[in-house]
């Protein structure tokens, strides 16, 4: 079966600091994966989407940056936090074709203070 | 760019009426268009799909008509019930970069009262 795997799910980190969110998929090989942010009133906001190990697309210009150094791992990231980071981040993958269903991660609460 | 609209809610409907929740989109190439739903305390989930014009996704009394001439994908259903009471995004994928690309609605949230 296939899992994925989001962490942590919440997360208080003081302005300035590192972030590092993790995500890993299991049960499929080569999944296209996706950092979404979701707001209130503002839906999911999709910030980087990866093809393949290496290849990111950025959506948004912000504070953060994504890398996907394996198969199945994408991790989402930032050298120094900003208040107007914090937010719900969602993990999600589909696998391969633009037909199949997207599943989610748990999603992680990010709190910066 | 590829982007997706949705009417705002809240919508709030009494239990058996009829549910409407448009959604339009734009996008570059032929997308395939989605409805998830997301239930209070849970995540998202797959309620539909259709992956060509003048298909219909219908699923749990749900239904929704991809139509390419007016970009539309919108959300219906005949007789709510309170447990359909969530929030709904539509969604479309697109080919991109070799993968596809997923682009999400700011998300509607449905209260059913009885």
């Known amino acids: 079966s296939q899992t994925i795997h989001q962490w942590p799910a919440t997360l208080v980190q003081p302005v300035g600091s590192p972030l590092s969110l993790e995500c890993t998929v299991e049960g499929t090989s080569n999944p296209n994966l996706y950092w979404y942010r979701q707001a209130a009133g503002r839906g999911l906001q999709l910030l980087f989407y990866?093809?393949?190990?290496?290849?990111i697309s950025s959506e948004v210009p912000q504070n953060l940056s994504a890398s996907r150094p394996q198969d199945r791992q994408f991790i989402l990231s930032s050298k120094k936090l900003l208040l107007s980071d914090s937010g719900f981040y969602l993990c999600?993958?589909?696998?391969?074709?633009?037909?199949?269903?997207?599943?989610f991660g748990q999603g992680t609460r990010l709190t910066v203070v | 760019g590829d982007s997706v609209t949705q009417m705002e809610g809240p919508v709030t409907l009494s239990e058996e009426a009829f549910l409407t929740i448009n959604c339009t989109y734009t996008a570059t190439g032929y997308p395939s268009l989605f409805w998830y739903v997301q239930y209070p305390g849970e995540g998202l989930q797959l309620l539909l799909k259709?992956?060509?014009?003048?298909d219909k996704g219908s699923n749990k009394g749900f239904e929704a008509t991809y139509r390419k001439e007016t970009t539309s994908f919108h959300l219906e259903k005949g007789s709510v019930q309170v447990s359909d009471s969530a929030v709904y995004f539509c969604a479309l994928s697109v080919r991109a970069g070799g993968g596809n690309k997923l682009t999400f609605g700011t998300g509607t949230q449905l209260k059913v009262e009885l």
């Open positions: 999600a993958y589909t696998r391969g074709t633009m037909n199949t269903e997207a599943f």
């Open positions: 990866s093809v393949g190990i290496g290849q």
């Open positions: 259709a992956t060509k014009a003048d």
